[in-house]
């Protein structure tokens, strides 16, 4: 084992089922956020879909108020994007607005009904994963956010 900066590292075959291990452990919490996602959106709407639960958050968190702008941070195709904006229109959580300088371009502001779905649901979720988070020290918690930036990088 040779050291690193941030403490041991492995070699070999060591570094391998560590990489394994990960891997499959991002697996089961990607599997787990999933569930999250269908869960808060069925909160919202029971007719929303968890990428309509998305769009929607990020409509509401005010990330993402234009089509391009969601497609970005959902990272889903344009026609899917549509489809999720024209649902949730339909269900009155977002409001298409004209944009007054280019009558082309539209701009999306969540409704009322939105922003109290979204907390709720949000709410229900952040109880869940901050009771388990909250069970670590900050130094820890603040590693794991470190490491979650390197590996999103």
Not at 36 to 44: F, I, N, S
Not at 116 to 124: H, K, L, P, Q, S
């Given at each position: 084992m040779s050291e690193h900066a941030s403490g041991p590292t492995l070699d070999g075959a060591e570094l391998d089922a560590a990489v394994e291990r990960v891997e499959r452990e991002l697996g089961r919490l990607f599997a787990r956020i999933r569930i999250?996602?269908?869960?808060?959106?069925?909160?919202?709407h029971p007719d929303l879909q968890p990428l309509g639960y998305q769009v929607l958050v990020g409509i509401v968190s005010g990330e993402a108020t234009t089509a391009g702008q969601i497609i970005e941070r959902v990272q889903a195709d344009k026609s899917a994007v549509s489809r999720q904006v024209r649902h949730l229109t339909e269900l009155g959580l977002v409001d298409s607005i004209r944009d007054p300088d280019d009558r082309r371009a539209r701009s999306?502001?969540?409704?009322?009904?939105?922003?109290?779905?979204?907390?709720?649901?949000?709410?229900?979720?952040?109880?869940?994963?901050?009771?388990?988070?909250?069970?670590?020290?900050?130094?820890?918690?603040n590693h794991f956010a470190e490491l979650l930036d390197a590996l999103g990088r």
């Open positions: 999250g996602w269908r869960e808060a959106a069925a909160t919202v999306l502001a969540p409704t009322e009904l939105a922003k109290e779905r979204v907390a709720a649901a949000r709410a229900a979720y952040e109880q869940r994963i901050g009771a388990r988070l909250r069970a670590w020290s900050a130094g820890d918690l």
